[in-house]
């Protein structure tokens, strides 16, 4: 009763179950572990782990492996492997020591987890390459200002030099106002700040 209670769970858990003797032989693996590695049982059960995925014998995960079969100590990883129709995935892989001096596995397909990952890692660097743009232009008008400035200082300027400063001032404050006002409406929208208010415009408009 107990191996058949264990078995069923063993079966119905999402997560896929692989257990190997001392010489990594497959003594058996549950239908998740079948559908994650989009293999038939018979391709699997009675054969090496390592003629069955010999590209995992320098991965993360095959190197844990042989570190838990050695040492008998629980370990985990992450193993990025191509399955046998060509799918390329991500697994999260958890393997401790059994009793017959072989090792029990437990993984799960975490594909959108890294892809989730690896598109928040992409927004953080585009994130930054706007925020290194920004201070770019923004400082890009401040020399000429800066100058206007200094030339007004000086004040000995006739009366067209004084007009001529002022307008520089003002043109690069208004570039500066546009680009303050850009930033401000980037981070009205990465908060949800912005509704947008729908009704009928004429095409000339």
């Known amino acids: 009763e107990e191996r058949d209670r264990g078995r069923t769970i063993l079966d119905t858990i999402a997560e896929g179950f692989l257990l190997l003797d001392r010489d990594w032989t497959v003594l058996q693996m549950n239908p998740a572990g079948l559908r994650i590695a989009r ?88 994130k930054d390459e706007f925020l290194a743009m920004l201070a770019h232009e923004l400082r890009n008008p401040l020399a000429p ?26 043109r690069q404050v208004r570039h500066m106002t546009s680009l303050v006002d850009d930033l401000l409406d980037v981070s009205r929208v990465t908060r949800g700040l912005v509704t947008l208010a729908r009704a009928p415009v004429a095409a000339r408009t």
Request: aromatic share 8%.
């Open 145 to 170: 200002i800066a100058a206007a400035a200094d030339l007004l200082r000086i004040g000995r300027l006739d009366e067209n030099r004084v007009r001529q400063s002022s307008a520089i001032i003002g």
């Open 39 to 126: 293999m038939d049982a018979g391709d699997i059960i009675g054969r090496n782990h390592w003629d069955v995925w010999p590209e995992a014998i320098d991965s993360e995960a095959g190197r844990m492996y042989r570190r838990v079969m050695r040492d008998r100590v629980a370990g985990t990883a992450e193993y990025r492997q191509r399955t046998a129709d060509g799918v390329e995935i991500w697994c999260e892989v958890r393997a401790y020591p059994t009793a017959d001096g072989g090792l029990v596995s437990f993984f799960r397909d975490v594909t959108e987890r890294k892809a989730a990952e690896d598109k928040l890692r992409a927004a953080d660097r585009r």
